[in-house]
């Protein structure tokens, strides 16, 4: 017979994963689809990009290095907070009068996708039976690949990219309230587990992925459209990623 927990493990890992889907594929890797569009508003020179993006990675591991403390006080808390920073910094972003603040909006955005995936994990590890946790965490985590299958086809929208990453940010604000009706609120002392352990070695491990791969979501669909794809093939490339 199903315990309570396992019975309502689907809205959690639903919730999660659209909040995952939110930092990361929105919040985070589609600055890499619209890097030409930015150039172009910013006059960004090829380096400039490289920096921007590199500040994506610098706010990702800001919030990968606080969310241990803020996942154990409190996982919602730490799963809204991802999602206010994601959605604050794609509102950042979108009305930038110049590089400063889309820079700032970058670094905020980032700082959700670092705070989102701990504090689902801990929270589903918190509020969903045993049972079903795996399940629970798997589904939750799918949403790294929505989010940049979602994303994909934005550059082939007849708009600008200010009205696309104010669409992201209305979005984001929508999801992130939707998960705060949704996930439940635990206590520390109901945890299913005691402290984490070996904390360092995975959040240095998840900081050094993050800066080896911020090069490819940042200049990996520009380089196809200069290798002789349409927009068109680039964007279905980005989709399959995420499929």
């Known amino acids: 017979m199903e315990?309570?927990?396992?019975?309502r493990w689907w809205p959690v890992a639903a919730a999660g994963a659209g909040v995952i889907a939110l930092c990361y594929g929105f919040a985070r890797y589609a600055y890499g689809l619209f890097v030409p569009r930015f150039s172009a508003t910013f006059g960004l020179?090829?380096?400039?990009?490289?920096?921007?993006g590199g500040l994506s990675t610098a706010g990702y591991g800001l919030g990968l290095l606080?969310?241990?403390k803020t996942s154990a006080r409190s996982p919602r808390g730490t799963v809204l907070l991802a999602g206010a920073a994601a959605t604050t910094g794609l509102a950042l972003m979108a009305v930038a009068p110049g590089v400063a603040v889309f820079g700032a909006?970058?670094?905020v955005a980032?700082?959700?996708?670092?705070?989102?995936?701990?504090?689902?994990a801990q929270l589903i590890g918190e509020a969903v039976g045993a049972r079903v946790r795996p399940r629970a965490q798997t589904w939750a985590n799918t949403g790294t690949g929505l989010g940049l299958a979602a994303s994909a086809f934005t550059p082939l929208l007849a708009f600008g990219w200010p009205a696309i990453w104010a669409t992201f940010a209305v979005l984001g604000a929508a999801m992130t309230l939707l998960a705060w009706r949704t996930?439940?609120?635990?206590?520390?002392?109901?945890?299913?587990?005691?402290?984490?352990?070996?904390?360092?070695?995975?959040?240095?491990?998840s900081v050094l992925i993050g800066v080896t791969s911020a090069p490819y979501w940042t200049?990996?669909?520009?380089?196809?459209t200069?290798?002789?794809?349409?927009?068109?093939?680039a964007t279905w490339c980005w989709f399959a990623i995420g499929a």
Not at 3 to 7: G, I, K, P
Not at 45 to 52: E, H, K, P, S, W
Not at 183 to 205: H, K, Q
């Open 66 to 68: 606080l969310s241990p």
């Open 226 to 233: 200069e290798a002789g794809l349409s927009p068109a093939a």
């Open 110 to 120: 980032g700082a959700g996708a670092g705070l989102v995936s701990p504090g689902v």
């Open 3 to 7: 315990t309570e927990t396992e019975a």
């Open 219 to 224: 200049f990996s669909s520009s380089r196809l």
């Open 105 to 107: 909006g970058i670094v």
């Open 45 to 52: 020179t090829t380096v400039a990009v490289g920096v921007l």
């Open 183 to 205: 996930l439940p609120r635990t206590r520390p002392a109901e945890a299913a587990t005691g402290p984490a352990r070996g904390v360092a070695p995975l959040v240095v491990n």
